[in-house]
């Protein structure tokens, strides 16, 4: 099965790429190696290709067989957090005097290591507005080797053209990589449209069960592939083996939540629209949203990520996110249950003062895969209290 993968839909490869059931023992669930070392027959002699869990484990390498094809990579690696992984892209693509570009509204945590530890060894970065195309060119340096893009970006929703991006890049010499993890592989998939590299947090979407932390690395390109399992293995952010199931068993569901999450979304999205204590709604789906074209071009449905603002400023918002009942009021997206918060003070907060700073009346939810009529009513009796 795994040879021909472009042969399968998108929810047949999520469910069966990499994950054979198990030759010795018929276990149609890919088995929890949990082991650290492998027996050898004979010095160097291994049996399934594994010598050390950190370099290798085959629970791992079912996920990264999966990620691989439903990104439409020739190559995955597994990481233990969505950071580690952009850790490990970056190291793998930058050295001391280049440069980076990123989006003004860059996910708080890339922001963070960009700034405060990739700067420290001599990396630059611009921040830019990463739907504008005229300004990504504008901001190219010679020294620039990555052009990094998150879309729709968190937590305001923008769009970036993946396509013009890509060409942007490649005329620079430097390398597209597209953080994915907002519209997942169901939604959109950078590489078919000229990416480079694509990155996840597996904790969000992949997972989709709010019950475990992770992230990926994907890519065709079988020299920066290489350099991407070497830092895996020397640096050693890997996946428990646990961790690794768990992420693969959500994966499995993928397609039918991303489709549940789309509608209740689109269901949100109708009833703040209008709404007389909600200001602007940011969602790629409504007609109006500056982005719209090229997102219904690169993505196949929108999503279940949904940001507003409040009539009342930051006050307003917070009662918003404190008067949820359905909503739980936390951090991370992407599971089955909705969340709600207050990216200024919470998933954003190390951007104040910055250029990356959020608006305070803003107001993001993970819509998540409930009734969307409890999810809808939950939000309007909320808003009636703001
Ligand atoms: C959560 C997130 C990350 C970081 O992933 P972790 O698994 O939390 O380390 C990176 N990018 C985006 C867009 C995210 O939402």
Redesign the pocket.
Known sequence: MTERPARYGFQTRAIHIGQEPDPHTGSVIVPIHATSTYAQDGVGGLRGGYEYSRTGNPTRTALEECLAALEGGQHARAFA???AA?DVVLRSLCRPGDHVIIPNDA?G??FRLIDKVLSQWGVEHTPVAVSDVDAVRAAVRPNTKVLWC?TPT?PLLNIADIAQLAEVAHSAGAKLVV?N??ASPYLQTPLELGADVVVH?T??YLGGHSDV???AVITSDGEFAERVAFLQNAAGAVPGPFDAWLTLRGIKTLGVRMERHSDNAERIVQALTHHPKVGMVLYPGLAEHPGHEVAAKQMRRFGGMVSFTVHGGAEAALRVCANTTLFTLAES?GGVESLIEHPGKMTHASTAGSLLEVPDDLVRVSVGIEDGEDLVADLLAALDQA
């Open positions: 957090s969505g950071m952009t996910y945590g890339t998150e968190n953080d993890t907002f947090s904790t969000k932390v992770g992230g997206l």
